[in-house]
Nanobody, 115 residues
Framework: QVQVVESGGGLVQPGKSLRLSCAAS????????MNWFRQAPEMQRELVAS???????KYGDFVKGRFTISRDGAKNLIFLQMDSLVPEDTGIYYC?????????WGQGTQVTVSS
C-alpha cells in the first residue's frame, strides 16, 4: 500500500512564498506521474501542477509562472514552490502519485493567503 504525506502548508501574507513537500512510501510499481491538486471551499478540486517520470511538466492556467514543481525521483519526493501568492490560492493542497497499480492521495495541507 502506498502512503502519501504532504507538509509545508500554513498562513502567509499576499505576495509571500511557501514550499510544499510530499513524500510517498510503500511499494510503487510503474510510477507514471506526480501531481499537486488544490481545492478551495465550495469549489471543485483542480490541478495545480504535474510532473511525469520523464520530467514533463504541466501547470494549471492560474499558475502563470508563479509556482514550480520539482521532484527527487530517487526518494519519491515532490515539491511545490509557490511564489507571489494571492488570496485566491487559499485552499487544501493535495499530493497525488499515479502508478500502473495505484492512485494514491495524501490527506492534504492547508494553505491560507491572507493579510
Amino acid at each position: 500500500q502506498v502512503q502519501v504525506v504532504e507538509s509545508g502548508g500554513g498562513l502567509v501574507q499576499p505576495g509571500k512564498s511557501l514550499r510544499l513537500s510530499c513524500a510517498a512510501s510503500g511499494q510503487i510499481f510503474g510510477l507514471r506521474e506526480m501531481n499537486w491538486f488544490r481545492q478551495a471551499p465550495e469549489m471543485q478540486r483542480e490541478l495545480v501542477a504535474s510532473i511525469d517520470t520523464h520530467g514533463r511538466i504541466k501547470y494549471g492556467d492560474f499558475v502563470k509562472g508563479r509556482f514550480t514543481i520539482s521532484r527527487d525521483g530517487a526518494k519519491n519526493l515532490i515539491f511545490l514552490q509557490m511564489d507571489s501568492l494571492v488570496p485566491e490560492d487559499t485552499g487544501i493542497y493535495y499530493c497525488n502519485f499515479k502508478s500502473m497499480s495505484n492512485d494514491a492521495w495524501g490527506q492534504g495541507t492547508q494553505v491560507t493567503v491572507s493579510s
